[in-house]
C-alpha cells in the first residue's frame, strides 16, 4: 500500500485507492485530513475537562463520587449523539455535520469557566458530550472518499489520528493551566484555559466548511443532483482532467468480494426511523456494536481514570500523572491506523474473512494485556510497559472493527457507523460505571475488562458474516494458498 504516492489513483467510482499523506491535495486527502484534524479537536473540547479536574474539585469543593458522575454523564450524551448523527450524514453529507457539531460543542465549552456546583459541571459535561459525535462524520466522509480496498486503512487513519486527541489533552491542558497559574490565582486560572480548545473548535470547523468538499465528486447536495440524472456513468471531462493535478486516473477494484454501494439518500423520516430499527436488529452490526462497544467504550473509560491510577495506586502528582496517562491516548499515532492497515492487508490476501480473523487475533491480545495490566500493578515501570501493550491492542482493535464496518450493510452506512460509534460510547458509559462502582479497586476493574474483551472476541468473530463471508470460510479450499 502507497501512503506517499507520486499520485492519486482512483477506482471506477472516483474513490482514491491509495493515499498521499504529505498532500492537502483535494478532495480526497484533504477531507482525509481535515476529518482526523477535527475529530482531534473536538476530542481535545471533549475531554479538556478531566486533566483539570483535580484543580476544578479542589476549588468547587466537588466529591469523588460526582467526579465519576460527571466522567458517565459526558460519555452518555455521545450515545445519544452519534445514534442521531448516523442518519444525518447521510441526508446532508458528513460536512456539514461535522462542522456543526464543532460549533455547537464550542459554545459549553467556552462556558465551563462559569461553573460553579456539581450540578453545573454535569449539565457542562452532557452537552460538551455531543463532540464526540463527530467521530462518525470523519468515519463516513473517510469511506465516501477511498475504495473498499483500502478503505479499513483510510477510516484509521481518522478514527487513530483524530482519538489521539486525548492523549494531546493530557499532555497540553495542564501545561497551559500551568502557564496561567503563573499570571492568575488558581481560583481563575482553570475557569479561563477552556476558551483555548472551544477557539480551536470553531478553526476546525470553518475550515471544514471553506476548504473541502463530501464526496470525489463535489458537494453533497450537488453530487446527489448528478446521481439522480446520471446514474450510470460518474466520469465526467472534469473528472478525467484533474489527472493533471496529481489525480492518476481510473483503477479498477481488484476485489470483487468486497463493495460498498451508494448509501441511501433523502429517504422521509418515518422510512429512515424504519430503516434504522431494520439496521439494528441486524446480527452483523449487533456484534459490530459489542466488539466496538469492548474496544473504543474501553478506551474512553479509561481515558477518564488512567491519571487516576498512576496517582492513586504510586502517589504521583496530578500533572505527573496526567503525563504519563498521555501515553495511553498518543499511541492512537500508529496503533488505531495498524488496526486498519492489518485488516486491508489481510482481507488482500484473504478477502473477508481475513478481515473477521484479524479482529479475533487483535482482540484476544487486547483482553490478555488488559489482565495482564491487572496483576502488574506492583511497581510504576512494570504497569507503564504493560499499558502500553494493552492501550495498543484496544486501539488496533478500534480500527480493526471499522475496518469491517462499512461492509456490514453499505447502502445504510451513515445509520451502521451510527449506532457502532454510538456503541462504543455506550461502552464507555458501561466501563465509567463499573470503575465507579469499583472504586479504587483498578486491578478488578481491568481484570473484568480484559475477561470480558476475550468473550466478545471468540464469541462475536466466530458468528459474525459479513456480505456472505464468514470466518469458516478460511477452511474453504478458496482460502488455502500461502500468504
Known amino acids: 500500500m502507497q501512503f506517499f504516492a507520486k499520485s492519486i489513483l482512483l477506482d471506477q467510482h472516483g474513490r482514491a485507492t491509495n493515499f498521499r499523506l504529505h498532500s492537502l491535495e483535494y478532495p480526497h486527502m484533504r477531507a482525509l485530513h481535515l476529518g482526523w484534524i477535527s475529530f482531534m479537536v473536538a476530542f481535545l473540547a471533549w475531554y479538556s475537562i478531566p486533566p483539570i479536574m483535580p484543580h476544578i474539585a479542589a476549588d468547587l469543593k466537588i466529591s469523588a463520587i460526582d467526579v465519576n458522575n460527571s466522567n458517565v454523564i459526558a460519555v452518555a450524551a455521545t450515545v445519544l449523539a452519534r445514534i442521531v448523527v448516523g442518519p444525518l450524514c447521510e441526508r446532508f453529507g458528513p460536512r456539514r455535520v461535522m462542522a456543526g457539531l464543532l460549533f455547537a460543542g464550542s459554545i459549553p465549552c467556552a462556558m465551563t469557566g462559569l461553573v460553579k456546583n456539581a450540578s453545573g459541571l454535569f449539565g457542562l459535561r452532557f452537552t460538551i458530550g455531543i463532540l464526540g459525535a463527530t467521530f462518525v462524520p470523519s468515519q463516513f466522509w473517510a469511506t465516501q472518499m477511498f475504495a473498499p480496498s483500502v478503505v479499513g486503512t483510510a477510516n484509521a487513519f481518522t478514527g487513530g489520528w483524530g482519538n489521539m486527541g486525548a492523549g494531546v489533552t493530557y499532555l497540553v491542558m495542564p501545561a497551559i493551566h500551568d502557564g496561567i497559574r503563573r499570571y492568575l490565582p488558581e481560583s481563575k486560572a482553570w475557569r479561563v484555559v477552556f476558551v483555548i480548545p472551544a477557539g480551536i473548535c470553531i478553526l476546525a470547523a470553518l475550515a471544514v466548511l471553506l476548504f473541502a468538499t463530501d464526496t470525489p465528486q463535489g458537494d453533497w447536495f450537488r453530487r446527489q443532483t448528478q446521481t439522480l440524472t446520471n446514474p450510470v456513468s460518474i466520469t465526467t471531462e472534469k473528472d478525467i482532467s484533474v489527472a493533471k493535478d496529481g489525480i492518476a486516473g481510473l483503477q479498477d477494484d481488484d476485489d470483487d468480494d468486497e463493495t460498498i454501494a451508494e448509501v441511501k439518500r433523502d429517504e422521509p423520516p418515518l422510512v429512515a426511523l424504519a430503516s434504522w430499527f431494520k439496521v439494528l436488529v441486524k446480527l452483523p452490526v449487533l456484534i459490530m456494536v459489542c466488539a466496538y462497544a469492548c474496544s473504543f467504550g474501553v478506551e474512553l473509560a479509561i481515558d477518564n481514570v488512567i491519571g487516576q491510577v498512576f496517582q492513586v495506586k504510586f502517589k504521583l502528582d496530578a500533572s505527573k500523572a496526567a503525563y504519563i496517562g498521555s501515553i495511553f491516548g498518543l499511541l492512537n499515532i500508529c496503533s488505531r491506523l495498524s488496526g486498519g492497515l492489518f485488516s486491508d492487508f489481510m482481507a488482500h490476501r484473504l478477502h473477508m474473512p481475513g478481515r473477521i480473523l484479524a479482529l479475533l487475533s487483535a482482540m484476544m491480545l487486547q483482553g490478555a494485556f488488559l489482565i495482564g495490566f491487572s496483576f502488574g500493578l506492583v511497581t510504576l515501570s512494570t504497569s507503564i510497559v504493560l499499558m502500553v501493550f494493552f492501550s495498543f491492542f484496544v486501539q488496533h482493535v478500534c480500527g480493526s472493527t471499522f ?16 449506532i457502532v460509534g454510538a456503541s462504543g460510547s455506550l461502552g464507555g458509559l458501561i466501563f ?29 468473530c466466530l458468528l459474525l458474516r459479513v456480505q456472505n463471508k464468514t470466518i469458516w470460510h478460511l477452511f474453504h479450499k478458496r482460502y488455502s494458498y500461502p500468504m
Open 403 to 418: 475496518a469491517i464496518v462499512p461492509f456490514v450493510d453499505p447502502v445504510n452506512n451513515g445509520k451502521v457507523m451510527g
Open 432 to 460: 465509567n460505571l463499573m470503575f465507579r462502582a469499583l472504586g479504587s479497586q483498578y486491578d478488578r476493574a481491568f481484570l473484568c475488562l480484559g475477561c470480558i474483551s476475550l468473550g466478545v472476541a471468540i464469541i462475536g
